[in-house]
């Protein structure tokens, strides 16, 4: 297994100019993929996609995926070898404000990819990447594994495991037998990273407050999420993606299958943990200057998530690359060099990319591997 696999190979990805879709371009894109992405436009602004101007490097949509037959026309056109499916409304906050585009786009989006699968007729491995929330979350300690029971208390949550439905539907209904597709999908969540502009997310909002030289405001300091770098989901995708494309088993114990990726143990930090973190890196010395808490939720946040890996660690030999402070370390290194050193952020980030694959390569992960 190696990530030298892509060289050269016809790879999709939907969700192109997303924060995790524009990680995935460019890390693609450096080990010589051709990349073909659809994103329904540029979701922020500033833009990772725009300042690492990835456009020019890349076959660029900008259409809803959902126009079902302009997608049949570019997957038929394009022809890849692989489909990575990020294209998603991927905010807890918006999924309130506006539930039916969050329900279309994640679940009659990803429907709209899995039913061009079905007319697709050459050779391809599709990763359909949903999230954590996906499952019915009772806030118990240890991690939900990829058979306990799906759902969600809010919009975002409920469109992501019926993401998932959909897509088992389908490959009981029309993908079970079709030998030119395999298909997994991916569960991770709680990804930070640089380049991240979304809003009502803890990182952004940092860094927008301190920008502005005024505390962020946190509502829910106590609460614990699995914080990885973006760059550890993303390399779980890849190794799902290699792997399946290489599998010769029958009964296959990848194909159809889901798969979680999720951080060590140890990196279950709470809220304000990760903002102390954070402000030190940036040099705020008083705490009270890096945050302020207020008493108001305006919506429900789970207190407590957490992934059991251990069906990707067995079968992709997959595992979490970075340590607590050196994904800390990748997430503020980025910022400072964006906003206060004014650097190149095309030959930054891919510095961030090559210096992960070399943690990786020296700690023996399966897919950093020549």
């Not at 997608?71 to 039916?100: G, K």
């Not at 999720?262 to 279950?268: A, S």
């Not at 709470?270 to 305006?298: H, M, Y």
């Not at 190149?344 to 591997?369: H, P, S, V």
Request: some cysteine.
């Amino acid at each position: 297994m190696s990530i030298e696999v892509f060289s050269g190979k016809r790879v999709l990805i939907t969700g192109h100019t997303g924060f995790k879709g524009t990680w995935l371009t460019a890390w693609l894109h450096s080990v010589g993929a051709k990349i073909c992405g659809i994103s329904k436009d540029i979701p922020t602004s500033p833009s990772m996609f725009g300042i690492l101007n990835l456009e020019k490097d890349i076959e660029h949509h900008l259409f809803d995926i959902c126009e079902s037959e302009r997608l049949n026309e570019v997957v038929r056109t394009f022809n890849p070898d692989f489909i990575f499916h990020l294209a998603a409304q991927a905010l807890v906050s918006v999924s309130y404000e506006d539930p039916i585009d969050t329900i279309k786009t994640n679940v009659l989006g990803t429907a709209s990819i899995l039913q061009c699968l079905t007319e697709f007729q050459g050779n391809c491995t599709a990763i359909i990447i949903t999230s954590d929330k996906c499952y019915e979350n009772v806030e118990w300690e240890w991690g939900y594994k990829e058979t306990d029971r799906l759902g969600g208390k809010d919009i975002y949550s409920g469109s992501k495991g019926a993401a998932e439905i959909i897509l088992h539907a389908y490959i009981e209904s029309f993908l079970k037998n079709k030998t030119n597709i395999k298909i997994a999908s991916a569960r991770a969540g709680n990804v930070i990273g640089g380049g991240d502009w979304a809003k009502d997310r803890i990182v952004p909002d940092c860094i927008k407050s301190w920008l502005n030289n005024v505390p962020v405001t946190i509502r829910c300091p106590d609460a614990t999420r699995p914080w990885q770098h973006v760059l550890e989901p993303l390399s779980g995708y890849l190794a799902l993606a290699i792997a399946l494309s290489e599998d010769t088993q029958s009964p296959s114990k990848l194909n159809h299958q889901a798969f979680n990726f999720g951080p060590k143990n140890e990196q279950n930090k709470t809220v304000l943990e990760l903002i102390s973190e954070l402000a030190n890196r940036w040099g705020i010395e008083d705490q009270s200057d890096a945050f302020s808490i207020v008493d108001r939720t305006p919506f429900h946040e789970a207190g407590l998530l957490k992934l059991n890996c251990d069906k990707a660690m067995f079968h992709l030999s997959w595992q979490p690359n970075l340590e607590y402070e050196e994904c800390i370390d990748f997430v503020s290194d980025w910022y400072v060099e964006h906003y206060q050193k004014e650097s190149n952020m095309r030959d930054f980030t891919l510095l961030q990319i090559m210096r992960y694959q070399e943690y990786a390569n020296k700690r023996a992960i399966a897919w950093a591997q020549k």
